[in-house]
């Protein structure tokens, strides 16, 4: 190793320095650190260093014999081919030595190159990869194409061309209906609010559980109280009955615009409605699972009003119940307690009574009895009026001396009472038989002055000078006064007693009867409160909430009698027979103070009751003393029980509320209004007291007929005013009327001799306006006509099933062949399908037909009992009228035959008559005219404030599988303006054309029109149409929108209040209105939201269809639009399906189907993805900043700019890297700018109200119509603008593409393609000349032959389409066109077809093979012998990989950057400045002629210089060129003198032309140096050729070899110069000497430099060179 170690070392260094001797301007490069580069990095042994001491010594001879040869030679001469040099021969020369290196060190440096092309070539590979990774995971077009395959399979229409507006209509329908539609219950997924916990028929239990456990419910109760009962002669009340019907329904917030939505939407909680089976009852209904919202009770056909209720939360009714059971107990038992005080107050007053009273009570009684007794025989007649006052007297003076015997008797301390005990037991009784009166037993025989006996007892006279004294008559009177108030004591106080031990019965049957009335006023004024109280049976008082009221009652009071022990004494000594009144005193006095505290006895009501009773008025107080009886129970609470009540005069039991309902609508005659008589002045009538003109209220007969026949409402008129109505104010009412005057002849006082007026013509009219026959008429007539179309609809279904049945049967006895088994199943299927399909619509549009027929029916029926009614009336009023003439007739005979007292009673009987005659024609109509005809909707509302609001959500509508709607689906509806057309010769045909864009209203709202399924015939009147389409609500002053008006006095319509806005000329409501959405034309949007049900989007359609928003007149384009979302792929997607309506009378049908994500960097994957964005944005830098490069390097080696953009290669490169920079700020601004703004709701609000009964497009205020367009819009911009990316992305795939060839060229197999293509460009722009030239004829001679009738050329785009596939091999224009024609088409198109194949596809094609096979060919012929590609890499990536792991596993592997370094040395240059790259130059072009002469550019410079001089010389002007600018206007110049001269000086335009005419004449100048420069520049670049490439050059080595051949003469030299290295060692030593001599030799020059010079250039110039020579 070491000897060949140094054997190459000595070859570089002779060659370097052989190089530096040949090259006098090279200063050899002698570093003595590069003496050793390939020496080996270990120690080496000490012989070998021994070994390389010798062989520097011998090297330091050695240059002395080169440097004579190299001096001498100056260089080695190439002698032939610069490979032949023999390194054996020539092994001493050090120039042949630096000549070989030269050479080795280009074949490397070539290979070196090759190396740097194959590395550029594989890292832009690479750097592509990078980016078409990137691209693909930007786009992730599988992703994208399972979004979009799902989208274009589930909505794009499978033909491109439609024959109809039912076409669109029926795709329309087809994508609404299988895209909304309903939750399904049992999926486990409860989707709130739309699936919904159970309750009635509603919600899901399998999902979301009943909803009594999810949420806090109000229980309601609801009370229906019916009276059918109708006066005879107007409709039966078993009518009435079975046509009234009820149900329970959400509340319509309007009930023109639609429900409120609670949970399940609109439907009603009864599946069908209640019918009532009695005609007079009340009927309970407990409901325990309501929602909240707002209900009504809707009460339908109760044209009467003799429906009735209430609804009431259930948990107030039982609480209020409950509180009324426990208030009324405790009542009961206050009042019971409170009488019974009472009642012991009074016998304890009896028992306080003294004797004497006692006496005087019953004295008085005795009187008062005796007193009647006379007055009733005076009264009658049997005592004499004469004995009356002599009785009375006698009465009196008999009880005056009992109460003064009495008064003796019991005068305490008197004789008698201190006698008491002795008179009681010693004196006998006064036997009065046979004797005197008691009165008369003691007489005193005394004057009278001093006292007198009168009457039974005598007067004891305390006074005076004596007393007759009688002590035996005083003893009997004491004693006998004394008995006899003894025994009526004892019968007092026993009676006391008895009235005591009955208190309590007495009591009792009291406090029952109050509270059996108050009981009955309660099931009055409030009965489900008493309905409740009677529901509850216990017999527990314990359990407050289940015992019933009486055992309530009966424990009030048993508990207090408990408690108190004087009760229980009293009760005790009620058992003894007459206690001692002190005893039974102190029994009641204590049951009394017991009795008397104010909480046993004070009343929680008003006791005793009065009527009106209120049972919400109670003695709070009470109520607050009785608390701890009812512990946890609210008594005081005040509770709303009722939610509703409607209809109260069924409530209060009015059989006839008819008399009073809606007068002001249905009978306005009897609408009256309170007035004063004063305040009257008309109409006048006669009064028949005067016979003066007056006021008719100011008159008695018709102030009691206008109070008895007009309303003002319940309370009436106050007192001094009266109800005047317009039947009242009639002055012939009381025509009929006789009033007899003796005053005024005749027997009439007004008008005898005319006769009466008819009182039935105001009833009459008014039924006769109530039952129109036009309304009738019309109605049966399009009943009619809707029966006959159902009819006529019938038959052609049955038509078509009978058809198709025969067709399925022909079909099953056709195909019978197994061979075709499976086609016949294939076209059964589609068969039976197409059935399917078919019977589902004809029995869609059947149940609609039916449903619109229902309707019309049902309104027919209304009518028709409005009429039957009216008949009945006028029927009624028509015996109204006999009755009444009858009984004026018998009125008339029975004042002839004198039957009446006085005229007075005779006209006051006429009066009541009429005013009779009045109140019944009043009863007659108004119970033959409805109360009204509408359904009832009696509202209410549940709150439970606790509950939780549902979530703001949507309904989730999905296009496929998992691709959610986003908003909703738009169509949008471009409409055309019909106009006469400009040609008007077949005006008497058709003469309407289109011109322009409509956007006027248009359509119809099908809730109006009669005969469609959506008609309402209970919207179809004045108040309904105004109150749905309300102009002023359409006015927004700030937007300047004010409805407009026909003001005209035509009979047109939109008069005030149908307005031009929403109404049509006939006032009928437009379907459609205008309304802008961003990136649209002007048209009509029409949005079905996502929160549409599945029976709301049906109902949408039918108003799309029966509307009328899609015609085949006006409409010019309908757009379809849905924006989707793939939560898994996290795309959305963009569908637009465009209708085009075509002049040609079909409709074309295109799509547009996108897909985009806009989520960009929320994964790791993503994270990834951007990093890579970077790294690609760096390497997009760096290709920006290598292009700088380049074009500095070309400044520099080429001198100019512009000498970049020679090369086409470069506009390559340019265009690839601008685009490629454009693309990367084009992604981020997508996705961190346009991606992360882009935020769509789910939900747009735009319509006012999406359940609405009609008017359903009434647009929200505020809405979010643009709101929703403008999501559309920008998403259609992201995708346009993503589009764009990726079109310039694969434009720029495709330069990088051709950037790849370009860096392949360098290889010759490699660059094939390119060199293939560069020497055929010329042909190949030729060919195509021509063929575009061909082709382009074709098509259009197709497009004007076949274009009128072909698909495939009906344009020019679809003609050359259709060519270009016929090309490729598709010849579907051929067999579906050309081959079915017939006649003259036929020929042509035969001729059409076979030439163009002929012409273009065989001849002109196989030119084109013929022209690229031949050009490669050439280039395969000349590639044939280069170096494939393998061949060359391998050693490449060997020595690459042997440098890599030298250290490791390769420790001898020299590397590549040492040798070409050491290459360097040996040339003689320094390795470390950087290499001036060759450049390249094309050849010189030359101009050839005589076959194979040349001539280049200086040539023919010199050549065009001789033909100027020998043209001058033969003076032959045409083949000068043209002279200097200078040259020339000197000539001018002379000839103008000349001209001047030869003309007398003669100016003007005279002197002109003759100047002009010497110049014409003077010999042009010679050409200038530069202008035939310029000339020949010109001519050889357009008539120049490239020079022909030496053949030798062709027909040598390859480089390879060339390189081998090289290396081995190397290796030869290496031995000889080893041999000379001791040579070259001595002559160092010589060369020494000579660098001295070569110092001193520079010092002489710098001397003779430094000298002045001479006074003569050439004496100068020679001394110098002297002086160098020396």
Same mark, same amino acid.
């Given at each position: 190793?070491?000897?060949?170690t140094?054997?190459?070392?000595?070859?570089?260094r002779?060659?370097?320095?052989?190089v530096?001797?040949?090259?006098?301007?090279?200063?050899?490069?002698t570093s003595?650190?590069?003496?050793?580069?390939?020496s080996?990095?270990k120690?080496?042994?000490?012989?070998e260093?021994?070994e390389e001491?010798?062989?520097?010594?011998?090297?330091?001879?050695?240059?002395?014999?080169?440097?004579?040869?190299?001096?001498?030679?100056?260089g080695?001469?190439?002698?032939g081919n610069?490979?032949?040099?023999d390194?054996?021969a020539?092994g001493?020369?050090p120039?042949?030595?630096?000549?070989?290196?030269?050479?080795?060190?280009?074949?490397y440096?070539?290979n070196?190159?090759r190396?740097?092309?194959?590395?550029a070539l594989?890292s832009?590979?690479?750097?592509?990869?990078?980016?078409?990774?990137?691209?693909?995971?930007?786009?992730?077009?599988?992703?994208?194409?399972?979004?979009?395959?799902?989208?274009?399979?589930?909505?794009?229409?499978?033909?491109?061309?439609?024959?109809?507006?039912?076409?669109v209509?029926?795709?329309?329908?087809d994508v609404?209906?299988t895209t909304w539609?309903?939750?399904?219950c049992?999926?486990?997924?409860?989707e709130?609010?739309?699936?919904f916990?159970?309750?009635?028929?509603?919600?899901?239990k399998a999902?979301?559980?009943?909803?009594?456990?999810?949420?806090?419910?109000?229980?309601?109760?609801?009370d229906?109280?019916?009276n059918?009962?109708?006066?005879?002669?107007?409709?039966?009340?078993?009518?009435?009955?079975q046509?009234?019907?009820w149900?329970?329904?959400?509340?319509?917030?309007?009930?023109?615009?639609?429900?409120?939505k609670?949970?399940?939407?609109?439907?009603?909680?009864?599946?069908?409605?209640n019918?009532?089976?009695?005609?007079?009852?009340h009927?309970?209904?407990?409901?325990?699972?309501i929602?909240?919202?707002?209900?009504?009770?809707?009460?339908?056909?109760?044209?009467?009003?003799?429906?009735?209720?209430?609804?009431?939360?259930?948990?107030?009714?039982?609480?209020?119940?409950?509180?009324k059971?426990?208030?009324?107990?405790?009542?009961y038992?206050?009042?019971?307690?409170?009488?019974?005080?009472?009642?012991?107050?009074?016998?304890?007053s009896?028992?306080?009574?003294?004797?004497?009273t006692?006496?005087?009570?019953?004295?008085?009684?005795?009187?008062?009895?005796?007193?009647?007794t006379?007055?009733?025989? #005076?009264? @009658?007649?049997?005592?004499?009026?004469?004995?009356?006052?002599a009785?009375?007297?006698?009465?009196?003076n008999k009880?005056k001396?009992?109460?003064?015997?009495?008064?003796v008797?019991l005068t305490?301390?008197?004789?008698?009472?201190?006698?008491?005990?002795?008179?009681?037991?010693?004196?006998?009784?006064?036997?009065?038989?046979?004797k005197?009166p008691?009165s008369?037993?003691c007489?005193?025989?005394?004057?009278?002055?001093?006292?007198?006996?009168?009457g039974?007892?005598?007067i004891f006279?305390s006074s005076?000078?004596?007393v007759?004294?009688?002590y035996?008559?005083?003893?009997?009177?004491?004693?006998?006064?004394?008995?006899?108030i003894?025994?009526?004591?004892?019968?007092?106080?026993?009676?006391?007693?008895?009235?005591?031990?009955?208190?309590?019965?007495?009591?009792?049957?009291a406090?029952?009867k109050?509270?059996?009335?108050l009981l009955?006023?309660?099931?009055?004024?409030?009965?489900v409160?008493?309905?409740?109280i009677?529901?509850i049976? $216990?017999?527990?008082?314990?359990?407050?909430?289940?015992?019933?009221? /009486?055992?309530?009652?009966?424990?009030?009071?048993?508990?207090e009698?408990?408690?108190?022990?004087?009760?229980t004494?009293?009760?005790?000594a009620?058992?003894?027979?007459?206690?001692r009144?002190?005893?039974l005193r102190s029994?009641?006095?204590?049951?009394?103070?017991?009795l008397?505290?104010?909480?046993?006895?004070? %009343?929680?009501?008003i006791?005793p009751?009065?009527?009106?009773?209120n049972?919400?008025?109670?003695?709070k107080?009470?109520?607050?003393m009785?608390?701890?009886?009812?512990?946890?129970?609210?008594?005081?609470?005040?509770?709303?029980?009722d939610?509703?009540?409607?209809n109260?005069?069924?409530?209060?039991?009015?059989d006839f509320?008819?008399?009073?309902?809606?007068l002001?609508?249905?009978a306005?005659i009897?609408?009256?209004?309170c007035?004063?008589?004063?305040?009257?002045?008309?109409?006048?009538?006669?009064? %028949?007291?005067?016979?003066?003109?007056?006021?008719?209220?100011?008159?008695?007969?018709?102030?009691?007929l206008?109070d008895?026949?007009?309303?003002c409402d319940?309370?009436?008129?106050?007192?001094?005013s009266?109800?005047?109505?317009?039947?009242?104010?009639?002055?012939?009412?009381?025509?009929?009327?006789?009033y007899?005057?003796?005053t005024?002849?005749?027997?009439k006082?007004l008008g005898?001799?005319?006769?009466?007026?008819?009182?039935?013509l105001?009833?009459?009219?008014?039924?006769?306006q109530?039952?129109s026959?036009?309304?009738l008429?019309?109605?049966l007539?399009?009943?009619?006509?809707?029966?006959?179309?159902?009819a006529?609809?019938?038959?052609?279904?049955?038509?078509?099933?009978?058809?198709?049945?025969?067709?399925?049967?022909a079909?099953?006895?056709?195909h019978?062949d197994?061979?075709?088994?499976n086609?016949?199943?294939?076209?059964?299927?589609?068969?039976?399908?197409?059935?399917?399909?078919?019977s589902?619509s004809?029995?869609?549009?059947?149940?609609?037909q039916q449903?619109a027929l229902?309707?019309?029916?049902?309104s027919l029926?209304?009518?028709?009992?409005?009429n039957?009614?009216?008949e009945a009336?006028?029927?009624q009023?028509e015996?109204?009228?006999?009755?009444?003439?009858?009984?004026?007739?018998?009125?008339?005979?029975?004042?002839a035959?004198g039957? *009446?007292?006085?005229i007075?009673?005779?006209?006051?009987?006429q009066e009541?008559?009429?005013?009779?005659?009045?109140?019944?024609?009043?009863?007659?109509?108004?119970?033959?005219?409805?109360c009204?005809?509408?359904?009832?909707?009696?509202?209410?509302?549940?709150?439970?404030?606790?509950?939780?609001?549902?979530?703001?959500?949507?309904?989730?509508r999905?296009?496929?599988?998992n691709?959610?709607?986003?908003a909703g689906?738009?169509?949008?509806?471009?409409?055309?303006?019909?106009v006469?057309c400009?040609?008007?010769?077949?005006?008497?045909?058709? #003469?309407?054309?289109?011109? $322009?864009?409509?956007?006027s209203s248009f359509?119809?709202?099908p809730? *109006?029109?009669?005969?469609?399924?959506?008609?309402?015939p209970?919207?179809?009147?004045f108040?309904?149409?105004?109150?749905?389409?309300n102009?002023?609500?359409?006015?927004?002053?700030?937007?300047?929108?004010y409805?407009?008006y026909?003001?005209?006095?035509?009979?047109?319509?939109?008069?005030p209040?149908?307005?031009?806005?929403?109404y049509?000329?006939?006032?009928i409501?437009?379907?459609?209105r205008?309304?802008?959405?961003p990136?649209? =034309?002007?048209g009509?949007?029409?949005?079905?939201?996502?929160n549409l049900?599945?029976?709301?989007a049906q109902?949408?359609?039918?108003?799309?269809?029966?509307?009328?928003?899609?015609?085949?007149?006006?409409t010019?384009?309908v757009?379809?639009?849905?924006?989707?979302?793939?939560?898994?792929?996290?795309?959305?997607?963009?569908?637009?399906v465009?209708f085009?309506?075509?002049?040609?009378?079909?409709i074309?049908?295109?799509h547009?189907?996108?897909?985009?994500?806009?989520?960009?960097?929320e994964?790791?994957?993503?994270?990834?993805?951007?990093?890579?964005?970077?790294?690609?944005?760096?390497? /997009?830098?760096h290709?920006?900043?290598?292009?700088?490069?380049?074009?500095?390097?070309?400044?520099r080696?080429r001198?100019?700019?512009l000498?970049?953009?020679?090369?086409?290669?470069?506009?390559?490169?340019?265009?690839?890297?601008?685009?490629h920079?454009?693309?990367? *700020?084009?992604?981020?601004?997508?996705?961190w700018?346009?991606a992360?703004?882009?935020?769509?709701?789910?939900?747009?609000?735009i319509?006012?109200?999406l359940?609405?009964?009609?008017?359903?497009?009434?647009?929200?205020?505020?809405?979010?119509?643009?709101?929703?367009?403008?999501?559309?819009?920008?998403m259609?911009?992201?995708?346009?603008?993503?589009?764009l990316?990726?079109?310039?992305?694969g434009?720029n795939?495709?330069?990088?593409?051709a950037?790849i060839?370009?860096?392949m060229d360098f290889q010759?197999?490699l660059?094939v393609?390119?060199?293939?293509?560069?020497?055929?460009?010329?042909?190949?722009?030729?060919?195509f000349?021509?063929? *575009?030239?061909?082709?382009m004829?074709y098509?259009?001679?197709?497009h004007?032959?076949?274009?009128?009738?072909?698909?495939h050329?009906?344009?020019?785009?679809?003609s050359?389409?259709?060519?270009?596939?016929?090309?490729? $091999?598709?010849?579907t224009?051929?067999?579906?066109d050309f081959?079915? @024609?017939?006649?003259?088409?036929f020929i042509v198109?035969?001729i059409?077809?076979y030439s163009?194949?002929?012409?273009?596809?065989?001849?002109?094609?196989n030119?084109?093979?013929?022209?690229?096979?031949d050009?490669?060919?050439?280039?395969?012929?000349?590639a044939?012998?280069s170096?494939?590609?393998?061949?060359?890499?391998?050693p490449?990536?060997t020595?690459k990989?042997?440098?890599?792991?030298?250290?490791?596993?390769?420790?001898d592997?020299i590397?590549?950057s040492?040798?070409?370094?050491?290459?360097r040395?040996?040339?003689?240059e320094? %390795?470390?400045?950087?290499?001036?790259?060759?450049v390249?130059?094309?050849?010189?072009?030359?101009?050839?002629?005589?076959?194979?002469?040349?001539?280049d550019?200086?040539g023919?410079?010199?050549?065009?210089?001789?033909?100027?001089?020998?043209?001058?010389?033969?003076?032959?002007?045409?083949?000068?060129?043209?002279?200097?600018s200078?040259?020339?206007?000197i000539?001018?110049i002379?000839?103008?003198?000349?001209a001047?001269?030869?003309?007398?000086?003669?100016?003007?335009?005279?002197?002109?032309?003759?100047?002009?005419? =010497?110049?014409?004449?003077?010999?042009?100048?010679?050409?200038?140096a530069?202008?035939i420069e310029a000339?020949?520049?010109?001519?050889?670049?357009?008539?120049?050729?490239?020079p022909?490439?030496?053949?030798?050059?062709e027909?040598?080595?390859?480089?390879?070899?060339?390189?081998?051949?090289s290396?081995?003469?190397?290796?030869?030299?290496?031995q000889?110069l080893?041999?000379?290295?001791?040579?070259?060692?001595?002559?160092?030593?010589?060369?020494?000497d000579?660098?001295?001599?070569?110092?001193?030799?520079?010092?002489?020059?710098?001397?003779?430099?430094?000298?002045?010079p001479?006074?003569s250039?050439?004496?100068?110039?020679?001394?110098?060179?002297?002086a160098?020579?020396?």
């Amino acid at each position: 190793r070491a000897t060949a170690t140094r054997n190459v070392d000595g070859a570089r260094r002779h060659a370097r320095r052989g190089v530096a001797d040949g090259n006098a301007n090279r200063v050899p490069y002698t570093s003595g650190a590069m003496m050793g580069m390939f020496s080996r990095k270990k120690k080496a042994e000490p012989e070998e260093e021994a070994e390389e001491e010798e062989e520097e010594e011998d090297e330091d001879e050695a240059p002395t014999k080169g440097a004579d040869k190299g001096s001498g030679g100056g260089g080695v001469e190439k002698a032939g081919n610069e490979y032949d040099l023999d390194v054996e021969a020539d092994g001493d020369d050090p120039a042949t030595a630096a000549t070989v290196v030269a050479a080795l060190y280009a074949k490397y440096k070539k290979n070196y190159n090759r190396r740097t092309d194959y590395v550029a070539l594989f890292s832009f590979l690479v750097f592509v990869s990078f980016y078409l990774s990137i691209l693909y995971l930007q786009r992730s077009a599988e992703e994208a194409y399972m979004l979009t395959s799902t989208l274009k399979s589930a909505l794009i229409p499978e033909d491109s061309e439609m024959g109809s507006s039912q076409d669109v209509r029926d795709w329309i329908e087809d994508v609404v209906t299988t895209t909304w539609t309903d939750a399904r219950c049992g999926d486990g997924r409860c989707e709130a609010p739309f699936e919904f916990p159970e309750y009635g028929r509603f919600g899901c239990k399998a999902d979301c559980d009943l909803l009594t456990l999810k949420a806090k419910i109000t229980k309601i109760q609801i009370d229906i109280y019916y009276n059918f009962s109708h006066p005879k002669g107007s409709v039966s009340p078993i009518d009435l009955m079975q046509d009234a019907k009820w149900n329970l329904c959400p509340m319509e917030v309007d009930e023109l615009i639609g429900p409120k939505k609670i949970f399940h939407g609109a439907d009603c909680y009864y599946e069908e409605d209640n019918g009532f089976e009695d005609q007079v009852g009340h009927k309970v209904f407990e409901i325990d699972d309501i929602p909240d919202g707002e209900w009504s009770i809707v009460v339908k056909k109760d044209i009467f009003l003799k429906v009735a209720g209430a609804v009431r939360p259930r948990i107030n009714v039982t609480l209020e119940a409950t509180n009324k059971r426990l208030l009324l107990a405790a009542h009961y038992g206050q009042v019971r307690r409170k009488m019974e005080l009472t009642e012991y107050n009074k016998l304890l007053s009896t028992l306080t009574k003294t004797n004497l009273t006692l006496a005087n009570a019953i004295l008085d009684a005795a009187e008062m009895k005796e007193n009647g007794t006379v007055i009733a025989a #005076r009264a @009658a007649k049997t005592l004499p009026e004469a004995n009356y006052t002599a009785s009375i007297t006698l009465i009196q003076n008999k009880y005056k001396l009992n109460r003064t015997m009495a008064t003796v008797a019991l005068t305490p301390g008197g004789y008698c009472q201190s006698n008491f005990v002795s008179l009681l037991n010693g004196t006998t009784w006064y036997n009065t038989t046979g004797k005197e009166p008691l009165s008369k037993a003691c007489k005193c025989e005394t004057p009278g002055s001093w006292g007198t006996v009168n009457g039974s007892l005598p007067i004891f006279v305390s006074s005076g000078p004596s007393v007759c004294k009688c002590y035996e008559s005083v003893d009997i009177a004491c004693s006998e006064t004394m008995r006899w108030i003894m025994i009526e004591w004892r019968r007092h106080l026993g009676q006391a007693w008895t009235v005591k031990a009955a208190l309590r019965d007495a009591v009792t049957i009291a406090a029952d009867k109050e509270m059996a009335t108050l009981l009955d006023w309660l099931s009055s004024l409030s009965p489900v409160t008493f309905f409740e109280i009677n529901q509850i049976k $216990g017999t527990d008082p314990e359990k407050l909430a289940e015992a019933s009221l /009486a055992a309530l009652q009966a424990d009030n009071i048993n508990k207090e009698r408990a408690k108190d022990p004087s009760y229980t004494a009293l009760v005790a000594a009620t058992q003894t027979n007459f206690p001692r009144v002190e005893q039974l005193r102190s029994f009641v006095t204590a049951r009394a103070t017991t009795l008397s505290n104010v909480s046993l006895s004070t %009343p929680i009501y008003i006791s005793p009751p009065i009527y009106p009773f209120n049972f919400t008025t109670y003695n709070k107080a009470a109520v607050q003393m009785i608390m701890p009886l009812y512990p946890g129970y609210p008594l005081e609470l005040d509770l709303k029980l009722d939610l509703v009540e409607w209809n109260p005069a069924v409530l209060e039991r009015q059989d006839f509320a008819f008399m009073t309902c809606n007068l002001d609508a249905r009978a306005p005659i009897f609408d009256g209004k309170c007035l004063k008589p004063a305040d009257v002045v008309a109409p006048l009538v006669a009064d %028949p007291g005067t016979g003066s003109m007056t006021p008719y209220l100011r008159q008695a007969r018709f102030q009691k007929l206008c109070d008895a026949v007009c309303y003002c409402d319940k309370i009436g008129c106050p007192t001094g005013s009266y109800c005047s109505c317009e039947i009242c104010r009639r002055t012939q009412q009381f025509d009929t009327v006789v009033y007899p005057n003796s005053t005024v002849t005749g027997r009439k006082l007004l008008g005898w001799d005319n006769p009466p007026s008819d009182f039935t013509l105001p009833y009459r009219r008014h039924l006769l306006q109530t039952g129109s026959a036009t309304d009738l008429d019309t109605i049966l007539t399009a009943v009619k006509d809707l029966s006959s179309k159902q009819a006529s609809l019938d038959t052609k279904i049955e038509g078509v099933k009978k058809a198709q049945e025969v067709q399925n049967s022909a079909a099953e006895e056709h195909h019978k062949d197994k061979a075709l088994e499976n086609i016949i199943k294939a076209g059964f299927d589609d068969l039976k399908k197409g059935h399917e399909s078919l019977s589902k619509s004809l029995e869609e549009i059947l149940a609609k037909q039916q449903q619109a027929l229902a309707a019309a029916q049902e309104s027919l029926r209304i009518q028709q009992r409005t009429n039957a009614l009216a008949e009945a009336g006028l029927r009624q009023i028509e015996r109204l009228a006999k009755a009444v003439e009858k009984q004026r007739e018998s009125i008339q005979a029975a004042y002839a035959s004198g039957a *009446f007292a006085n005229i007075e009673q005779y006209i006051a009987i006429q009066e009541n008559a009429v005013v009779t005659r009045e109140i019944k024609a009043k009863e007659n109509l108004l119970m033959n005219t409805p109360c009204q005809m509408k359904v009832l909707y009696n509202s209410f509302e549940l709150a439970n404030f606790n509950n939780t609001e549902p979530p703001i959500a949507y309904r989730e509508r999905f296009i496929g599988l998992n691709n959610r709607v986003i908003a909703g689906m738009l169509i949008y509806i471009e409409r055309k303006n019909l106009v006469e057309c400009e040609s008007n010769r077949f005006e008497g045909i058709d #003469r309407t054309c289109s011109g $322009g864009r409509d956007i006027s209203s248009f359509g119809v709202d099908p809730v *109006f029109k009669l005969g469609t399924p959506l008609y309402n015939p209970d919207y179809d009147n004045f108040e309904t149409l105004t109150k749905v389409y309300n102009c002023t609500e359409f006015a927004n002053p700030d937007a300047g929108l004010y409805p407009t008006y026909n003001m005209s006095n035509a009979s047109n319509g939109n008069k005030p209040p149908f307005c031009m806005e929403l109404y049509n000329p006939r006032d009928i409501p437009y379907g459609f209105r205008h309304k802008s959405i961003p990136g649209y =034309s002007d048209g009509f949007p029409y949005f079905f939201d996502i929160n549409l049900s599945a029976d709301e989007a049906q109902r949408w359609i039918d108003f799309m269809t029966y509307g009328l928003m899609i015609d085949d007149v006006k409409t010019e384009k309908v757009t379809a639009q849905i924006v989707v979302y793939n939560a898994e792929l996290g795309y959305f997607g963009n569908v637009m399906v465009f209708f085009e309506f075509t002049e040609g009378g079909k409709i074309e049908v295109s799509h547009s189907v996108n897909t985009i994500k806009v989520e960009l960097y929320e994964t790791t994957d993503d994270w990834v993805r951007f990093a890579m964005e970077i790294l690609l944005t760096i390497g /997009a830098v760096h290709s920006v900043y290598s292009e700088i490069l380049d074009l500095v390097e070309s400044k520099r080696t080429r001198g100019s700019y512009l000498a970049y953009f020679s090369s086409m290669w470069n506009y390559i490169d340019v265009a690839s890297i601008t685009i490629h920079i454009g693309t990367i *700020f084009m992604w981020f601004t997508f996705g961190w700018k346009m991606a992360a703004e882009f935020s769509p709701d789910i939900h747009y609000d735009i319509y006012k109200n999406l359940e609405a009964s009609a008017f359903i497009t009434n647009l929200k205020v505020p809405n979010q119509m643009s709101e929703m367009g403008a999501l559309f819009l920008e998403m259609k911009d992201l995708v346009t603008y993503l589009q764009l990316y990726m079109t310039l992305s694969g434009i720029n795939i495709i330069l990088m593409l051709a950037r790849i060839l370009k860096l392949m060229d360098f290889q010759p197999r490699l660059g094939v393609i390119t060199h293939t293509l560069a020497l055929a460009t010329a042909d190949l722009m030729h060919f195509f000349v021509i063929f *575009f030239m061909i082709f382009m004829g074709y098509a259009f001679i197709g497009h004007v032959i076949f274009g009128y009738a072909s698909v495939h050329f009906s344009d020019m785009t679809a003609s050359v389409n259709s060519l270009f596939q016929n090309l490729l $091999g598709d010849i579907t224009y051929f067999m579906e066109d050309f081959k079915s @024609a017939n006649g003259l088409t036929f020929i042509v198109g035969m001729i059409y077809f076979y030439s163009f194949n002929i012409f273009v596809l065989m001849i002109l094609f196989n030119f084109l093979l013929a022209i690229i096979c031949d050009a490669f060919g050439e280039v395969k012929a000349n590639a044939s012998e280069s170096v494939s590609v393998v061949t060359e890499l391998v050693p490449m990536i060997t020595d690459k990989w042997r440098t890599v792991f030298s250290r490791v596993a390769y420790p001898d592997h020299i590397p590549e950057s040492r040798v070409r370094r050491q290459l360097r040395i040996w040339k003689g240059e320094n %390795p470390d400045e950087e290499e001036d790259d060759e450049v390249e130059e094309a050849p010189d072009k030359v101009f050839k002629y005589s076959d194979a002469k040349e001539l280049d550019l200086p040539g023919l410079k010199r050549v065009l210089r001789r033909c100027v001089i020998e043209t001058y010389q033969r003076n032959d002007a045409k083949f000068l060129l043209r002279p200097t600018s200078k040259e020339k206007r000197i000539d001018d110049i002379a000839a103008d003198i000349a001209a001047e001269e030869e003309g007398g000086g003669g100016g003007g335009i005279k002197g002109f032309f003759s100047r002009r005419a =010497s110049r014409s004449k003077r010999k042009e100048a010679l050409a200038t140096a530069e202008e035939i420069e310029a000339a020949a520049e010109m001519l050889m670049e357009q008539v120049g050729e490239e020079p022909e490439a030496d053949g030798d050059e062709e027909d040598g080595p390859t480089e390879v070899e060339q390189l081998q051949e090289s290396l081995e003469k190397l290796l030869k030299a290496q031995q000889k110069l080893v041999e000379g290295q001791v040579k070259v060692i001595e002559g160092q030593a010589k060369m020494a000497d000579r660098q001295d001599r070569l110092s001193e030799l520079e010092k002489r020059i710098l001397n003779v430099l430094e000298q002045p010079p001479p006074s003569s250039g050439g004496a100068g110039m020679g001394g110098m060179l002297s002086a160098l020579k020396k």
